[in-house]
């Protein structure tokens, strides 16, 4: 694992750290620190500047209207944002850019890249995912929303739960069961879903962070083009799989620091509370030092991997174990400085997003109780703790793989639970 930056890189900081200087406010703060009702409209704005730079998808190939960075450069320039505190794309391109335009390149066809990717980068598509099930949960290979091929349309019916920013999203990617003959993870397709369409209901779901930030989706009798498969059909596992390594392993390198950031909220929470001196406080602060050096030394591991031509593997579980369940940790301890205070907070937070809070986010006891909230399903979404622990036993380490109770064709799965 190499720990230094080769000399080119120095000369494209100091390029991204002057785009910044010119692009934004004087009086930038970080994107915490704008007002709740302005964020949206800035980051729409923010997102057209970062496009016509080509530098929204930098990495993507410039054929595709990308940058055409190289997996150092675009790391360089993810560090830089993040050390300013500024977002590096738009609302849903996590999904949209991070996770599915990724895997289109690495998977779809010639005309599917040609189709899809413009899109995605103008804005007239805007993703979301259609993967968790109420019935199937971290069993994600037990899923049940059917897809039958109808002529030239495939037809869809069936329901998605847990649904990130459906609501703002006019087309999702689904994981279809196309072969309930098969083996559960044999008879999967991967399908690309207009939403604008009358047999998809959206239903958002309140969460306990006062949020409508997940939400239900059904499918009736909806449909999408025969061709619109990603990968084989009854292959989406395998293409599912690659677009997991993609949203597991995001910000490999950048989120050390924001949650370096936020352990200097905490800290400095504690001296606001009195409470440096309390050894179990101080306790608390050099595990929380150790496990974010540790994410930054891992953050360098991965970097090395990319720039030896390596994709996404089974190793992103590692840094989505690692810090869903330090940021657990960390809120909780804030809310014990907090004490009593922590029961009055609620309702006044202003911070936004998921994982550390972002650069200018107010320290106050009301967004590490929004913190603590939003921290809760951190272990759940992207894969429970339980299943990223499995995939490092078993794919990583090379574990003998654990007693499973299901076994034969998907049907004979739905009947055994019937």
């Known amino acids: 694992m190499d720990l230094t930056y080769p000399e080119e890189s120095v000369a494209f900081r100091e390029k991204i750290g002057s785009f ?25 704005e923010w997102r057209q500047t970062l496009r016509d730079a080509q530098m929204l998808a930098a990495n993507w190939p410039a054929e595709y209207g990308g940058g ?28 949209s850019i991070g996770m599915v335009g990724n895997t289109i390149l690495h998977w779809g066809s010639d005309e599917q890249k040609e189709y899809y990717i413009p899109r995605i980068l103008d804005g007239t598509d805007v993703w979301c995912q259609g ?40 087309m999702i990617f689904s994981l279809c069961r196309t072969d309930p003959d098969s083996s559960k993870h044999k008879g999967i397709s991967f399908l690309l879903v207009s939403m604008d369409q009358p047999g998809i209901e959206v239903r958002p779901i309140l969460d306990m962070a006062n949020h409508e930030h997940v939400n239900e989706v059904f499918y009736q009798d909806a449909r999408t083009a025969k061709g ?6 009854n292959g989406g596992w395998a293409v599912a799989n690659t677009l997991l390594g993609f949203e597991r392993g995001v910000g490999a390198t950048t989120a050390a ?15 606001r509370y009195g409470k440096l001196d309390d050894p179990n406080v101080r306790q608390d602060i050099a595990r929380f030092h150790t496990t974010v050096e540790i994410m930054r030394y891992r953050g360098y591991q991965v970097l090395t991997g990319f720039l030896a031509g390596a ?11 690692w810090w869903s369940t330090y940021h657990h940790r960390i809120t909780e301890a804030a809310l014990n400085i907090a004490g009593a205070d922590g ?31 939003i921290a809760r399903p951190g272990t759940i979404y992207a894969g429970t703790s339980e299943v ?31």
């Not at 037990?142 to 069936?158: F, H, K, S, T």
């Not at 994709?311 to 174990?321: F, Q, R, V, Y």
């Not at 622990?389 to 998907?410: F, H, N, Q, S, Y």
Request: charged share 20%.
């Open 131 to 170: 993967y968790s099930e109420p019935n199937s949960g971290s069993d994600l290979a037990n899923l049940g929303l059917r897809a039958v091929l109808d002529g030239d349309e495939w037809v869809l019916n069936g329901q998605k739960t847990w649904t990130s920013s459906a609501t703002n999203a006019n």
């Open 20 to 44: 910044l200087d010119e692009h934004l406010p004087s009086n930038w703060a970080g994107f915490g620190a704008l007002a709740p009702e302005d964020r949206h409209s800035w980051q729409a």
């Open 257 to 271: 620091l924001r949650f370096s950031e936020e352990l200097q909220n905490f800290i400095d929470l504690a001296r």
């Open 311 to 321: 994709a996404p593997g089974p190793e992103s579980s590692i840094g989505k174990l």
């Open 388 to 418: 990223q622990k499995g995939i490092i036993g078993e794919r990583v380490l090379g574990l003998p793989k654990e007693p499973r109770a299901d076994g034969g064709t998907w049907r004979d799965n739905e009947t055994a639970q019937s």
């Open 343 to 373: 029961m009055v907070g609620f309702g006044e937070e202003t911070r936004s997003g998921l994982g550390a809070a972002e650069l200018g986010t107010p320290n106050t006891v009301a967004n590490w109780v929004s913190g603590f909230l």
């Open 228 to 233: 619109n498969v990603l990968g084989e059909v």
């Open 68 to 95: 055409g960075l190289t997996h150092l450069e675009h790391v360089v320039l993810n560090e830089e944002f993040a050390k300013r505190g500024v977002p590096t794309s738009g609302v849903n391109d996590g999904c």
